[in-house]
C-alpha cells in the first residue's frame, strides 16, 4: 500500500461550486498533514495544515481530518478558475518525514 | 516568513557535464531536501540533510550527489549528467523536530540534450 494516496484527477469542477479533494494515508501515527498548491509549472506552496481530527477552516479552504479512517481531505468553497491547480496531500510519518501524494489535478470550468 | 531560493529557474546542459544545482535558505532550518518532480510520477527524494556535512540518500540517489558546507545552503550535483535526468529538480528545508511541514523553493527546469 501506498504511504500516501489521491485520486490524480482531472477533476473538473464548475466555477462558484465546492470542490472536494481526497486522500488516504497508510501510517496510523502519522500526526501532521498538509496540503499543498503547486501550479503548473511551478512548486507546491502550502495552503493548509491541520493536526487535530475535525475541521479547520481558512477563507474558502476547509481541510478535514478524520484520523481513525486514516483520511484527510481539503475542501474549496466558490471555486473560482485560479484555483486550477494541482493540489498535493503531505503527511508527517512516524520517522518524521514528510511523504507527499502524487496531486490530484483539479480543473476549475469557468 | 520562509524564503528558499534555487540558483537558476531554468538551466541547459549537454550529456556529460557536470551539473551545480544550489539551494539557499534564510530561515536557520536544520533539515534540507532535493526532489526532482516527473509527470505522473510525483515528488521523488533524492537527497536529504539534517545538520551541515550530513546527508543521507533518497529513493533515487543514483547519478547524484550533494554537499553540505554551510547550514543555510544545501548542493546537488549531476557529477556526468544524462538525457534521463531532465526534469524540475525542487530543493526544501525545514526546521527540525516541530510540527511544521517543508517550504519549498522555487525549483529548476533542467534540460540534458
Known amino acids: 500500500q501506498k504511504e500516501v494516496e489521491q485520486n490524480s484527477g482531472p477533476l473538473s469542477v464548475p466555477e462558484g461550486a465546492i470542490a472536494s479533494l481526497n486522500c488516504t494515508y497508510s501510517?496510523?501515527?502519522?500526526?501532521?498533514f498538509f496540503w499543498y498548491r503547486q501550479y503548473s509549472g511551478k512548486s507546491p506552496e502550502l495552503i493548509m495544515s491541520?493536526?487535530?481530527?475535525g475541521d479547520k477552516e481558512d477563507g474558502r479552504f476547509t481541510a478535514q481530518l478524520n484520523k481513525a479512517s486514516q483520511y484527510v481531505s481539503l475542501l474549496i468553497r466558490d471555486s473560482q478558475p485560479s484555483d486550477s491547480a494541482t493540489y498535493l496531500c503531505?503527511?508527517?510519518?512516524?520517522?518524521?518525514?514528510?511523504?507527499f501524494g502524487k496531486g490530484t489535478r483539479l480543473h476549475i470550468l469557468p | 516568513d520562509v524564503k528558499v531560493t534555487q540558483s537558476s529557474r531554468y538551466l541547459v546542459k549537454r550529456t556529460g557535464e557536470k551539473v551545480f544545482l544550489e539551494c539557499v535558505q534564510d530561515m536557520d532550518h536544520e533539515n534540507m531536501f532535493w526532489y526532482r518532480q516527473d509527470p505522473g510520477l510525483g515528488l521523488r527524494l533524492i537527497y536529504f540533510?539534517?545538520?551541515?556535512?550530513?546527508?543521507e540518500k533518497g529513493d533515487i540517489p543514483e547519478g547524484y550527489s550533494v554537499s553540505r558546507e554551510k547550514k543555510e545552503r544545501f548542493s546537488l550535483i549531476l557529477e556526468s549528467a544524462s538525457t534521463n535526468q531532465t526534469s524540475m529538480y525542487l530543493c526544501?528545508?525545514?526546521?527540525?523536530?516541530?510540527?511544521?511541514?517543508?517550504?519549498f523553493g522555487p525549483g529548476t527546469r533542467l534540460l540534458v540534450l
Open positions: 501510517d496510523r501515527v502519522s500526526q501532521s
Open positions: 503531505a503527511v508527517e510519518n512516524r520517522d518524521d518525514k514528510i511523504i
Open positions: 491541520i493536526y487535530s481530527n
Open positions: 526544501a528545508s525545514r526546521l527540525a523536530g516541530g510540527i511544521e511541514t517543508q517550504y
Open positions: 540533510s539534517y545538520d551541515v556535512k550530513m546527508k
